[in-house]
């Protein structure tokens, strides 16, 4: 198991214009990535920050993510809504 955190920071007043987005590409990440297992939006206290928790098979799946058309095409139309982005990438231990 391969698992993605990342937390966006939003410029002011671009919430209601990158959720959207956001969640399609989840979905469609889910319903077209044959590694994707998971892929959570959350909402917290601040409303200009955006959580996600994505689980793949393995980092080749999440490396194949990244490549995918659906995710260019967000990451392109989104990069201006973005203040920061920071990304954390977990291991499963094996027991």
């Known amino acids: 198991?391969?698992?993605v955190t990342v937390t966006f920071t939003?410029?002011?007043g671009t919430r209601d214009t990158f959720l959207p987005l956001m969640v399609?590409?989840?979905s469609t990440s889910l319903c077209e990535e044959p590694g994707c297992q998971q892929f959570d939006v959350c909402l917290g206290g601040n409303p200009?920050?955006?959580f996600l928790y994505e689980?793949?098979?393995d980092s080749?799946?999440?490396s194949a993510h990244l490549e995918s058309a659906h995710f260019k095409s967000f990451d392109a139309a989104?990069?201006?809504m973005i203040a920061t982005k920071t990304v954390?990438?977990?291991f499963e231990v094996i027991r």
Do not use: G, I, W
């Open 1 to 3: 198991m391969f698992v």
């Open 10 to 12: 939003l410029k002011p």
């Open 24 to 26: 399609e590409n989840a």
């Open 48 to 50: 200009e920050t955006v």
């Open 55 to 57: 689980v793949y098979d």
């Open 60 to 62: 080749v799946a999440f």
């Open 78 to 80: 989104v990069a201006d």
């Open 88 to 90: 954390h990438q977990y």
